[in-house]
């Protein structure tokens, strides 16, 4: 790894910390080619601090450290791209990121929809919402919605209409969406449980 650390004239170059798991942004921090080195021996993220003006290994008094995953470099050889596998909360303030934010896995349009979902049956406004009214009905009707959408999936798979095939699978990924959180697991839990077959 060819890293420019002359290209500031200061020796360093900027560290960005990412979750290797959720791909959270958790920190930035810079490294000198001592903190650099230091971190690929330890496997623990090491910065050079500008304000202590000394090399600091993250979580060296609070414990939370980053457990070095990989690296990589960006195309101009100035930048690093750290993945790592925290120990506790990045942040100094207590935070999991140093944005305030929460360093949870993301899916996308899918955890929005999940989200949603949770909105509007915690609203229970059967009236307005197809989810709430689904709800109301019991886990038994949630269930069979998602069975009678597998099945409809089923026959569009078996016909040359990708346009009615994709339509119904979007039904059949909402509808169980719905199911999942009627029997309280989320796309997290089912990640889990994949995760641990993939062992």
Known sequence: MNIDFNKNNDGLVPAI?????TK?????????????????????????????????????????????VDIKLDCD??????????????CHTGTDT???GENNQNYGFFSTLEGVIAERVANKDTKKSYVASLFAKGINK????VGEEAVETVI???DNNDELFLYESADLLFHYLMLLQAKGFTLKDIE???KG???
């Not at 910390?17 to 798991?21: F, H, K, W």
């Not at 690929?40 to 070095?68: A, H, I």
């Not at 949630?142 to 919605?145: D, H, P, R, S």
């Open 77 to 90: 050889n100035d930048t690093l791209l750290i993945f790592v596998n925290p120990k506790g909360p990045t």
């Open 98 to 100: 140093c944005w305030n």
């Open 17 to 21: 910390i990412q979750d290797a798991t």
């Open 142 to 145: 949630v269930a069979q919605k």
């Open 197 to 199: 077959r993939h062992k």
């Open 192 to 194: 889990a449980e994949l």
């Open 24 to 68: 959270n942004v958790l920190m930035l921090g810079y490294m000198n080619e001592e903190a650099f080195a230091k971190t690929q021996e330890t496997k623990l993220v090491t910065f050079f601090s500008r304000t202590k003006n000394r090399l600091w290994t993250k979580g060296e008094e609070s414990g939370n450290v980053l457990n070095l």
């Open 156 to 158: 569009e798979a078996m």
